[in-house]
């Protein structure tokens, strides 16, 4: 099974800066497979980013996705009082299980 | 409007069962993979099980022989039958439209998800 290692665990900014986080996987894997999600305390997860780089339906153009092999990264590039939040990226496979990263919090400095 | 709404969780002993709901409109469950992923306390998130539009389940070896996904497709609606629970079963499970399988060799991601269910296995 694929493990994904994000980074770092908590990254602590001020609104208006710019935040990269940062996922890696145990091996090679395909970017097709590579979603980000946002996801706040008393909500739904929310999708964010696909394939490695395609924004989802409804999602701000300041957030962006890049990477290829074992290194992901989302970026995003002016936090928003409203992007203060934990951040997971999940792998998809030919076959289950599908797998999350341990998450990355973004909090306000 | 695509929504997914979950139903069923609550207080269940150690050993115990439940089936937890979620009530899918805007599309059909039956031509989607849906997954359910949960969150226990301070935890991330973890994914538990996946239907595919075909009809084939999988899980996580964390549930496995334990948890049951199916869908009823007269009601529009996906299941997760937890059985055996243990208190690292406590989470927050939520249903969620799985964009796998639309097209070959590529992920859309869970597109959409419910507002989730609390499951606390205590005695």
């Known amino acids: 099974e694929i493990v994904l290692t994000q980074s770092p665990g908590t990254l602590s900014l001020s609104p208006g800066e710019r935040a990269t986080l940062s996922c890696r996987t145990s091996q090679s894997v395909s970017s097709s497979y590579l979603a980000w999600y946002q996801h706040k305390p008393g909500q739904a997860p929310r999708l964010l980013i696909y394939?490695?780089?395609s924004r989802a339906t409804g999602i701000p153009d300041r957030f962006s996705g890049s990477g290829s092999g074992t290194d992901f990264t989302l970026t995003i590039s002016r936090l928003e009082p409203e992007d203060f939040a934990v951040y997971y990226c999940q792998l998809y496979g030919s076959s289950p299980p599908w797998t999350f990263g341990q998450g990355t919090k973004v909090e306000i400095k | 409007e695509v929504q997914l709404v979950e139903s069923g969780g609550g207080l269940v002993q150690p050993g115990g069962s439940l089936r937890v709901s979620c009530a899918a409109s805007?599309?059909?469950?039956?031509?989607?993979?849906m997954s359910w992923v949960r969150q226990a306390p301070g935890k991330g998130l973890e994914w538990v099980s996946v239907i595919y539009s075909g009809g084939n389940t999988y899980y996580a070896d964390s549930v496995k022989g334990r948890f049951t996904i199916s869908r009823d497709t007269s009601k529009n609606t996906l299941y997760l039958q937890m059985n055996s629970l243990r208190p690292e079963d406590t989470a927050v499970y939520y249903c969620a439209r799985d964009g796998g399988g639309w097209e070959p060799h590529y992920y859309y991601g869970m597109d959409v998800w419910g507002q989730g269910t609390t499951v606390t296995v205590s005695s």
């Open positions: 805007g599309f059909t469950v039956g031509f989607n993979y």
């Open positions: 394939g490695a780089s």
